[in-house]
């Protein structure tokens, strides 16, 4: 190949990942090669005795020419180097780099989701954390960014960490499938050695061998899985920063974010920025964008190893970076953020957020429709509304009023009643239905997840 050529087909910047992988593949198959006597002992000591000593090196070792092609070429340089090339020359044997590279990428990947997971289960124990400190703390709820219901700061905070729990077992259920053993695999019809597939697969920690060799060195669909997974958590992430740049505006009040994760403007002294949720925001979208790419690099390719598969593996790295700085930043910014009581409660009062549970009232005391007490409730809003009455001023004179007009009977709801149900707090308290926001089923969603968080942290 010219310069120019080598260079463009060169795989060794994104290989970077593979060293400690590819290292490992190596030893790995030359310690099967020598217990199942296809080597000899002696030279199968030696290939052993360089790959530890280049492991303890590291990968500024060897040889960066884009000549080499890969990280595999690489490492069998060194290793030459070290023995000579007729005793490294044995450690090719019964082996592909269609099969290598596919163990590489799965040994460093399930090494990635599992440095994720970690950090998904400290973001969630953060949140779970802060969950418990505001389980009084009431607030808005919103639907179509409108006034909706009151609900409580924790009883939010537990909906992201529910939405980060199915991330985190999302990446579970892929880890199954990256953990896989293609070693053995070959160019894509195995070999005519008598290897030891079970002792490979034992030795680099994989859960099985996969049963089929052309499957074994094409398959990639355990890529696009994780990168989809990742993309996932990422836009549930972005979602999160969307929040918490619209509760720190001046117009929600709700939280403000840390001086650390925000910026001024360069002319207006006053401003202050939430640039790392801005970023992360964006960035969400460039997972999503490498997922799309490899799904049309992958849709066209025919059984089974082509060239074109490497250029899956730069996006699979790239997502992976993104995801995790993006999970770390945010999983800071958020724990870090101060939370505007007053403001909380002068917005759950407000806008008459609390009246579906004046027309429950209707329902439970006077057992009338729901739909009667929905039309009896509008009418009620709008009236307020139009005679600028505050929600404090409802009371049962002016509900039995509305009825009347509309053609319904008196209601005769008692005052006290009336005004506990309007009460944000006293709202949220009744809403025991597991699920709800109300303090003690908040708190026992916190002891389920507390419970799940111990029960997957116990694995590592």
């Not at 884009?66 to 069998?76: G, L, Q, T």
């Not at 994720?116 to 400290?122: A, D, G, V």
């Not at 969630?124 to 919103?142: Q, S």
């Not at 149900?421 to 006293?426: G, I, M, Q, T, Y």
């Amino acid at each position: 190949m010219t310069k120019d050529a080598a260079k463009y087909t060169s795989s060794l910047e994104a290989d970077k990942y593979l060293f400690d992988s590819d290292v490992k593949c190596n030893f790995a198959h030359v310690l099967m090669l020598k217990t199942e006597k296809i080597i000899d002992e002696e030279v199968a000591d030696k290939i052993l005795e360089a790959l530890t000593k280049l492991k303890d090196e590291g990968f500024d070792t060897l040889n960066f020419d884009h000549s080499v092609e890969d990280i595999h070429m690489a490492v069998e340089n060194y290793v030459t180097g070290m023995v000579g090339e007729y005793t490294a020359g044995f450690m090719h044997t019964a082996k592909s780099r269609n099969d290598q590279v596919a163990t590489d990428i799965r040994l460093t990947l399930r090494e990635k989701i599992i440095e994720i997971q970690l950090n998904i289960l400290e973001f969630i124990k953060g949140l779970v954390k802060l969950a418990e400190v505001h389980k009084e703390t009431v607030t808005i709820g919103y639907t179509h960014l409108q006034h909706a219901q009151p609900i409580t700061i924790a009883h939010h905070f537990m909906a992201y960490a529910q939405s980060l729990k199915r991330d985190y077992e999302r990446l579970t259920d892929a880890y199954q499938r990256v953990n896989q053993n293609p070693l053995g695999s070959g160019a894509l019809t195995t070999t005519s050695f008598p290897i030891n597939r079970e002792l490979t697969t034992k030795l680099l920690g994989f859960d099985s061998f996969l049963e089929n060799s052309m499957d074994g060195v094409s398959a990639r669909d355990f890529i696009a899985e994780t990168v989809f997974d990742l993309s996932m958590l990422t836009t549930n992430l972005s979602k999160i920063c969307e929040e918490m740049i619209l509760w720190s505006t001046y117009e929600f009040g709700i939280i403000e974010i840390s001086d650390e994760y925000s910026s001024t403007s360069s002319i207006m002294p006053q401003k202050k920025n939430p640039d790392v949720a801005e970023i992360a925001r964006a960035k969400s979208s460039v997972i999503n964008g490498e997922l799309v790419t490899i799904m049309t690099i992958l849709k066209a390719i025919p059984y089974t190893y082509n060239r074109d598969l490497q250029e899956i593996t730069p996006h699979l790295w790239n997502s992976v970076e993104i995801a995790k700085d993006t999970l770390k930043i945010v999983t800071d910014m958020v724990l870090s953020i101060t939370i505007n009581k007053e403001r909380c409660r002068e917005l759950s009062g407000a806008n008459f957020g609390t009246v579906t549970d004046l027309a429950d009232l209707m329902v439970r005391e006077r057992k009338i429709p729901f739909r009667t007490a929905h039309k009896i409730v509008g009418r009620l809003v709008n009236l307020s509304l139009e005679m600028d009455l505050e929600i404090a001023d409802i009371d049962s004179r002016f509900i039995d009023g509305i009825a009347k007009d509309l053609g319904f009977e008196k209601l005769k709801l008692s005052n006290d009643l009336i005004h506990k149900a309007l009460d944000p707090l006293e709202n949220i308290k009744m809403r025991q239905v597991p699920g709800g926001p109300s303090p003690e089923m908040v708190q026992l969603a916190c002891d389920n997840m507390k419970n799940f968080l111990k029960e997957e942290f116990d694995k590592y």
